[in-house]
Each structure stands twice: as C-alpha cells, then as structure tokens.
C-alpha cells in the first residue's frame, strides 16, 4: 500500500493480557516511530527506529512496552500484562530520513484495557 | 513536562473566518515547527512546517507566524471552511539527523456554515 498500515485496527484486552501491535511503514522508509496518544490528548512519543537499530526507547512508559523492527521494515509494539492507563490509540509514523523530514503516520490502533 | 504549549483546547468560528492557534515553546534547541492536522479516526498528517530563520510561511490558506525571540509561532487559517474541521497540532523538535517530536495538546476546531 501506499501508506503506513497499522493492525488491528481496534483492540480490547483484558487486564493482565498480553498484547502485539503491528506496524507496516511505507517502503524504504528508514525512520519509524511510535506514538501513544491518549484521549484528547497530543502524541507522545514512545520510540524510535532508524532501519533495525532502537535508537531511542525514552519514552516507553514502563518495562512491559518492548517494541522490535528485525528486519529493518515492519515493526511491532509488544505490551505484556496490559493495565487499563495503557488504553489509548497507539500511532506509528515512518520518514524518509530523520524527523524533520516528512513523518507519515498510520491511522493507529485504539486498545482498550478492560 | 509540557515542553510545548498550545491555546485554545477548542475553537468554534464561522465558515469565512480566520481561526488562529497558538503555541509556545520553552527549549531553545528546538528548530523544526511542524503543525499536524487529525480528523477523528486518522493519523495526524502534516500540514506546513517553518524553521526559525523565516518569521513566517505561507502554504495556501494555511499561514505560519513564528516569533523567535518570544519562543512562539501560530497558524493561521484563511477563508476557513467546514472541512478544516478538525484536530490541529503543533509540534517541535530539533534537527539534524534524529530527533524526536515533541506535540502541543490539540486544538479541536470546529468551522460551521
């Protein structure tokens, strides 16, 4: 596609589950980034991957957000033991290059922790 | 630490009408000033960006004013119409090679006929 594709689209969870977000950025993009934005709120920024390399995870929230992109294209956001403040749409954004140029951003997955 | 400011949290004006949004910004380092636009249900996407060497930046009805003693910068939105209708944000990071994007809280604007 054209686009940065993001999977599922909406997830519910239960309160200790496990969950797996998928990222599929647009081709050749070096740059990827992942975004939490919570209800009526800006995107804060969880991580950043330049091709494979997580060169920064500052902003991940806690030890239970881990995120991975092996082979330099797709990337997947994992949260272990969901607690209900991880509820909010979870967003990722791929660039040509670094992120002053043009970040595109997927349509995002909604979770919500019940 | 809310290192970017933005005001108002909403906005309502009549098709026709200029809205103007503002923000400010607290780290000197700072040099990129994107501003993103969100419909409900989408990602945001980018609408016009302007460095600080220009005091402002014209892309169609959209302007950015940016003051860089005051640490501020604002949108404007000429001849607004019912489909600008959305989420507005404004963001800032340095440049550079990588550096991470720091976002205002939103502006819901709402245009109506």
């Known amino acids: 596609g054209a686009g940065v594709s993001q999977s599922p689209r909406y997830k519910v969870a239960k309160r200790g589950q496990d969950v797996a977000l998928r990222c599929d950025p647009i081709?050749?993009?070096?740059?990827l980034f992942w975004y939490q934005q919570a209800l009526g709120q800006g995107p804060e920024f969880l991580t950043y991957?330049?091709?494979?390399?997580?060169?920064?995870k500052s902003g991940l929230p806690s030890d239970r957000f881990f995120a991975e992109r092996p082979e330099g294209s797709v990337s997947t956001l994992k949260i272990q033991r969901t607690q209900q403040e991880d509820s909010a749409v979870y967003l990722c954004?791929?660039?040509?290059?670094?992120?002053?140029?043009?970040?595109?951003f997927g349509q995002g997955t909604r979770l919500t922790v019940v | 630490q809310q290192q970017v400011k933005q005001s108002p949290q909403s906005l309502i004006v009549q098709k026709g009408g200029i809205p103007i949004i503002n923000c400010a910004y607290e780290?000197?380092?700072?040099?990129?000033f994107p501003w993103y636009q969100q419909f409900p249900g989408k990602g945001p996407a980018l609408l016009i960006a302007?460095?600080?060497?220009?005091s402002e930046k014209k892309e169609g009805r959209f302007t950015i004013s940016f003051n860089k003693s005051a640490k501020q910068f604002s949108l404007h939105i000429m001849d607004s119409q019912p489909g600008d209708s959305a989420t507005y944000f404004c963001?800032?990071?340095?440049?550079?090679?990588?550096?991470?994007?720091?976002f205002g809280t939103g502006t819901k604007l709402q245009v109506i006929p």
């Open positions: 963001a800032a990071s340095g440049s550079g090679g990588y550096q991470k994007v720091t």
């Open positions: 780290n000197t380092a700072f040099d990129y």
């Open positions: 081709s050749g993009h070096v740059s």
């Open positions: 302007i460095r600080p060497d220009v």
């Open positions: 954004a791929s660039s040509a290059r670094g992120s002053d140029t043009e970040a595109f």
């Open positions: 991957f330049q091709n494979e390399a997580q060169l920064d």
